[in-house]
């Protein structure tokens, strides 16, 4: 894979987790089956990502980018030496 890419990659990856700190989500348990509809709870179960990880993912896509090649300049088609 290009380093550049994944640099670009984990430079998203951690202001992403930096800008959110974590998600949560939401299940359906039952509480009681003797009714016909469904009865039931929500909990919610948050999933802390911690900020360490949101730094250190910045941090190595700033290294996978300094780490890359410089891209080639493009040259014109004219400008070649016959």
């Known amino acids: 894979m290009n380093t ?3 640099g670009i990659i984990l430079i998203v990856l951690g202001a992403t987790a930096l800008a959110f700190e974590g998600y949560a ?4 348990e039952p509480v009681a089956n003797a009714d016909p509809k469904f009865t039931g709870v929500d909990p919610d179960g948050p999933i802390p990502v911690r900020p360490m990880l949101g730094i250190g993912a ?5 290294w996978f ?3 890359a090649r410089p891209l080639a300049p493009r040259r014109h ?3 070649r030496l016959a």
Request: proline share 6%; glycine share 12%.
């Open 65 to 67: 980018l300094s780490r």
């Open 77 to 79: 088609p004219s400008s």
């Open 4 to 6: 550049r890419l994944i």
């Open 58 to 62: 910045l941090v190595g896509g700033v």
């Open 25 to 28: 989500y939401t299940t359906q």
